[in-house]
């Protein structure tokens, strides 16, 4: 996905001094760079009988939409605390200071289901691990693999997944 | 859409008591309605040269990104203030109490570009209102509809819009 590699965007000390931010925005807003990069995904997953996409506010859901759509399956969301109407599980993990937590709805998967869970960057892990572990701890749901547009190789994400079964796919690494 | 309206769920008392809040997560989670909504929504808008779908966050990315895919559009995304990590066009708008804000890259869209603004559900129609503002102000660019799954029709959102002269859509009317 040179492409897409391409169209991602450097911004200097955002959200905060020192931080590198990949702005993935400009390869959304390129209707050909979007369709390829949706595309490539629908043909990695196509045979794998998907049943559900899950993705993570907010940048999660774009990917997760689409890609629903080409695969045939149902969009799942996972979101912040207090976000989701009906009744959650919530998952509560660490940040550098702080926590943080996320919820998904008590009936969003079913046993057997055979889950792709999406998010558009891998940087440290923590959101991702945490998505994993309120997946596998609620629901006997299958997570088919985690899927990203961009990973950060050398914040060592994948690391924090060690500990789960879970297989990662990066469309772009820097 | 009676198969969309079907998937609806009334959650009673959110976010606050005495509001009947719709629930659209069980649509989305259901494969054929999923399917069914953006599959109509390209019937409507296939033939009308859109260049972006532009969603607001969170839950108009969700429509916005398909809707983007299967028109083979761009897909712009409009956030909450800092969000945005490239310099942005910011517009302020008053809630029931207070103010808030949403922003644009002032690259995301181009002179001539028909756009389509989809959100998930039109109720008071002060969000929608701040985003066609945000657009019109800011671009020459050409809001071909703004298009909803839902609209609350009892609380006359489409008034605020008055002013403007952009078409409205909602998929279903409670």
Same mark, same amino acid.
């Given at each position: 996905?040179?492409?897409?590699?391409?169209?991602?965007?450097?911004?200097?000390?955002?959200?905060?001094?020192?931080?590198?931010?990949?702005?993935?925005?400009?390869?959304? #807003?390129?209707?050909?760079?979007?369709?390829?990069?949706?595309?490539?995904?629908?043909?990695?997953?196509?045979?794998?009988?998907?049943?559900?996409?899950?993705?993570? #506010?907010? @940048?999660?859901?774009?990917?997760?939409?689409?890609?629903?759509?080409?695969?045939? $399956?149902?969009?799942?969301?996972?979101?912040?605390?207090?976000?989701?109407?009906?009744?959650?599980? @919530?998952?509560?993990?660490?940040?550098?200071?702080?926590?943080?937590?996320?919820?998904?709805?008590?009936?969003?998967?079913?046993?057997?289901?055979?889950?792709?869970?999406?998010?558009?960057?891998? $940087?440290?892990?923590?959101?991702? $691990?945490?998505?994993?572990?309120?997946?596998?701890?609620?629901?006997?749901?299958?997570?088919? #693999?985690?899927?990203?547009?961009? #990973?950060?190789?050398?914040?060592?994400?994948?690391?924090?997944?060690?500990?789960?079964?879970?297989?990662?796919?990066?469309?772009?690494?820097?």
């Amino acid at each position: 996905m040179e492409a897409l590699k391409q169209a991602i965007r450097d911004i200097p000390d955002f959200p905060k001094e020192g931080i590198l931010f990949k702005d993935i925005t400009p390869a959304l #807003e390129d209707r050909v760079v979007f369709r390829k990069m949706i595309d490539a995904l629908r043909a990695r997953y196509k045979d794998q009988k998907i049943d559900a996409v899950a993705g993570i #506010e907010a @940048r999660g859901f774009v990917m997760a939409s689409a890609l629903a759509y080409v695969l045939g $399956a149902g969009l799942v969301l996972i979101r912040k605390p207090g976000k989701l109407p009906y009744q959650t599980h @919530r998952k509560t993990y660490a940040l550098e200071y702080g926590t943080d937590a996320m919820e998904i709805h008590v009936d969003s998967l079913k046993t057997g289901q055979n889950v792709l869970l999406v998010d558009d960057v891998l $940087a440290t892990g923590g959101t991702i $691990a945490a998505a994993v572990d309120l997946i596998q701890s609620n629901f006997k749901a299958n997570i088919v #693999e985690v899927a990203f547009m961009v #990973e950060l190789d050398f914040l060592k994400g994948r690391e924090k997944l060690k500990g789960t079964n879970v297989l990662i796919h990066s469309m772009v690494n820097f």
